[in-house]
Structures are given as structure tokens and as C-alpha cells.
């Protein structure tokens, strides 16, 4: 089966277990799709004879392949091309054995990416922008460097909310207003590929309009307008040099460090591969950091290029930079930035930080960092996140703030409470694009536990120890 880069994680709820399949499409339509289901841990979706379902490798090239409805609701039908039959539950299990269709093959696809995500139209080429002063949302971001590129997506009642990063929602009346409502609530329609569309159930979409293209409802998109790509929100930070000095392009393509104030060019998009210590930064100008001739660091590098990856390693919140040639990145005395030293020392140490987001969301292997009115230690479970404002003190070190405006506070067995009187530092590290880990106020790492329960107790950096943002 040929199957298209067009590849969506998605989760279904049955009872009280999330299913989450990835999408592999072999061949699509407007209305329908034809689609194996693949589990996160690399089996297929099978439907066997008597109706019953499995995972394990196709057998035979229609093996495992379902077609794919897309209703007019937003809701999914799964058809097995072999037997005919409906993907249905009882709420229990999942089976196979109807071939009469009704409400109960009605799948509500949910994307499985972090809440925290960015939304591009692949029409308009560009990205949303939450305008706080104006009170609307525009889609005139070129690049999403900027924290108002970024929002949050919050599922309820079957209906999705958008909040930006200043903690507004995107309402039907075409502005932003400070609380979730029923004029907050969109239904999602969502198509492999990670295309989405919003609406507000009563036959009005959400899409760019006139010239300055605010994203509001109307009736009457054209070609497709109203699709945008849903995508996780990227990283994009700052660095500073041992003087304090902001790394920044100039004339193009020069890294220097040099100015106090922070601009555009000043911010690197962070793109690391999550499975090894190896990092790219792209800059503003869309080109990468890349190594070049006499030890000089430019920024003229495209993706594939060797030049472009960096080791990186951690000195308490700090980092420093390695080039393929096995040196370290430093500045120079006329401020440019080279790759010269052999041997790191405090000039090879950058400051970073967080450069398009002023809170995170935290979702481990359990789920998200948030508070439950069950208990009172921050829970680890969770099905959506509370925000952690980060308020920097020095550079890596943050306060974690929780939404009521107390600080985290850590107890004697390595738990927390979202309602301390005083700030606490926290050391954050990067470890992936969209990866980091948090050393606490104790000492140790945090971790997600089984139990539900957040920790930090970990001296080594485990697999619970990672959280995605």
C-alpha cells in the first residue's frame, strides 16, 4: 500500500481509554479516503472474519485498509474494504460487524498533537496572529516567530476553544474576548494531512477575510480557504553571548553579537533531533546557522547541509555549541561569532531563552502537568494542562508561576503544590525541538509518575523525565 506523506495522529475516546491511531493515506478524495490505522507502537489496525479486530502486520495488500467518510458534522466513518463492515463501539470494546450504517460508526476524530499548536493556511502562506490590542486574530505571520502565532487548543463537550497566548478566546463575533463560552465553541472538520477547518455549526466557517485578512465566520469560502495545517507550536529562542549581547544576523547572512536589545533577527527557530544531541538554528531569514570557511559561523545553510548541525551540551542552564569540526562556538573580539575553541570555557556558554512563549503546557508520558479538584498535588495525568507562566531570573533559570498567580512550591517528598507564597528556581534544558527537562528546586529532575502523581525525584534523565511543550 503506497502511502502519501499525508500522515495525522489522531485519538477516539471509547469509555473511558483514548485510542490513538496514526493515519496512513493511500488514497483520498474530498469526501472519503482510503486508510490504514497504525498504533503509536508500529502494529496495524486489523478486522478479522467473525468482525473482530487485532493488531498485527497486513497479511494481503487490502489487509488492515479501511475507507474513510468524511461527514458533514465533522464526524468520521471507518468502512473495512474487505468485508463491508463499520469500525463501531460499545463503549467497552472496538469491533467490526455491521454493515448497516448509524449513529453508532459515528467517530469523532480528535488531532492527538500537543494543545499547543500554530495554524498555517496553505492558501494565503502564512500563519494566524492573535492581535491583543486590536482584539482580533489576523493571518499575516510569514514566519511564526512571534509568541501571538501560538494558541492553545482546548476539546470540550465536542467542541473546540482557541485560546491565544494572552489567555483570550477566539469568539463568533469575529473578536477576542476573556472567557470560554458557546460563542467560543467551534466544531472541528479534520482530514488527513493535518488539515483542519473551524465552524460554528450553523453553516458558518472560520477563514481569512479582506485584505488585512482577519480570521472571522462567513458563508462563502473560496478554494479552500478555509483549510489551515494544523502544526505543534516550534521553539524559537534567544541567545546571549558572556557579555550579555544578543546573537544576531546582520548584512544578511553575518552572526554577531552585539546589540542589548532583542529584534527579530535576533531569534532562532530550535530544531533539534529528538534522538540524538545534534541541533540546527534557523534564523529569521529562513536560512540555518552553518559552519563555514576560517572557522566562521554564517547564517546561509540550508537543512541538508552537514555544516548546519551543532552538539549541544548543558552547563546548568546554559549552552554550548560544538560544530562538525569538533570545535566550539565563541565570540571573537570583533564580536562575530567563529568556531575556534578546542577546549569550552565561560566565552563558549550562551544564554538561552524561550523566545515565543511566556507559559508552558507539559505533557509527559501519562499525560498533562495540571491542577484536579481530587487532590491537592499537581497531577501528572491530566487530560488538559494548566499553564506555567515562566517568569526568567537568570539565564535557564525560570519561577513557575501557576494560573492563579502563586508560585509552585515543592515539599520534602519531592511533590508539588500550585500555591506557594514564594518563587522557586527552576532550571529548564532543552533536550528536542519540542523536548526538555526541568531540574527542581531539590535538585532533581521531574518526572511523570504511574501513579498520576508529579514528581521530582530522579537524578538521571529517564524517559519520564522528558516532557514535551
Request: proline share 5%; glycine share 8%; charged share 15%.
Amino acid at each position: 500500500m503506497a502511502c502519501l506523506s499525508e500522515v495525522l495522529l489522531f485519538s477516539c475516546c471509547v469509555g473511558k481509554v483514548v485510542l490513538t491511531w496514526e493515519i496512513l493515506v493511500s488514497n483520498e478524495h474530498e469526501t472519503q479516503a482510503v486508510v490504514r490505522l497504525r498504533s503509536l507502537q508500529g502494529l496495524y489496525l486489523l478486522c478479522e472474519a467473525d468482525g473482530s479486530l487485532c493488531y498485527g502486520r497486513p497479511r494481503t495488500s487490502h489487509h488492515g485498509c479501511f475507507l474513510i467518510r468524511f461527514h458533514r458534522n465533522g464526524q468520521w466513518t471507518l468502512q473495512c474494504i474487505i468485508s463491508g463492515r463499520y469500525l463501531e463501539s460499545d463503549g467497552e470494546d472496538v469491533f467490526c460487524t455491521s454493515r448497516v450504517l448509524s449513529a453508532y460508526h459515528m467517530w469523532t476524530p480528535r488531532p492527538a498533537l500537543h494543545v499547543h499548536v500554530i495554524l498555517f493556511s496553505p492558501l494565503n502562506h502564512c500563519y494566524a496572529r492573535a492581535d491583543p490590542t486590536m482584539g482580533r486574530v489576523w493571518v499575516d505571520a510569514p514566519i511564526p516567530c512571534l509568541e501571538e502565532c501560538g494558541f492553545l487548543l482546548h476539546f470540550q463537550d465536542g467542541c473546540y476553544h482557541l485560546e491565544t497566548s494572552a489567555h483570550t478566546f477566539l469568539s463568533h463575533l469575529d473578536r477576542l474576548v476573556s472567557q470560554p463560552s458557546t460563542q467560543t465553541a467551534f466544531h472541528m472538520q479534520v482530514r488527513p494531512g493535518g488539515l483542519v477547518a473551524l465552524s460554528d455549526g450553523e453553516g458558518g466557517m472560520l477563514y481569512p477575510q479582506g485584505t488585512r485578512l482577519l480570521l472571522s465566520l462567513g458563508s462563502n469560502p473560496h478554494g479552500g480557504e478555509e483549510w489551515f495545517i494544523l502544526q505543534r507550536c516550534p521553539t524559537w529562542v534567544s541567545l546571549t553571548s558572556k557579555a550579555r549581547k544578543f546573537l544576531s544576523v546582520i548584512y544578511d547572512v553575518e552572526v554577531c553579537a552585539a546589540s542589548e536589545h532583542i529584534s527579530p533577527m535576533s531569534l532562532f527557530q530550535f530544531e533539534c533531533d529528538n534522538e540524538t544531541p545534534t541541533l540546527q538554528l534557523r534564523s529569521a531569514n529562513g536560512c540555518y546557522l552553518a559552519q563555514r570557511r576560517h572557522r566562521a559561523v554564517m547564517a546561509d545553510g540550508h537543512p541538508v547541509e552537514c555544516e548546519t548541525f551543532f552538539r549541544m551540551h548543558w552547563n546548568c542552564g546554559r549552552i554550548l555549541l560544538q560544530s562538525p569540526n569538533g570545535r566550539f562556538l565563541g565570540i571573537a573580539a570583533n564580536g562575530l561569532l567563529m568556531a575556534s575553541a578546542t577546549v569550552p570555557g565561560p566565552n563558549e556558554e550562551f544564554g538561552i531563552r524561550l523566545a515565543n512563549r511566556s507559559f508552558l503546557a507539559l505533557r509527559g508520558r501519562y499525560g498533562y502537568v495540571g491542577t484536579s479538584s481530587e487532590h491537592d498535588l499537581l497531577q501528572c495525568n491530566m487530560d488538559q494542562p494548566d499553564c506555567i507562566h515562566l517568569l526568567p531570573c537568570r539565564q535557564g533559570i525560570y519561577h513557575f508561576q501557576a494560573q492563579g498567580g502563586s508560585f509552585w512550591s515543592i515539599t520534602s517528598f519531592g511533590t508539588f503544590r500550585p500555591w506557594g507564597k514564594f518563587a522557586l528556581n527552576f532550571c529548564i534544558e532543552l533536550q528536542g525541538s519540542n523536548l526538555l527537562t526541568v531540574l527542581a528546586p531539590n535538585g532533581f529532575y521531574m518526572r511523570s509518575d504511574r501513579s498520576g502523581t508529579l514528581l521530582a525525584d530522579s537524578e538521571d534523565i529517564t524517559k519520564e523525565c522528558i516532557w514535551e511543550f
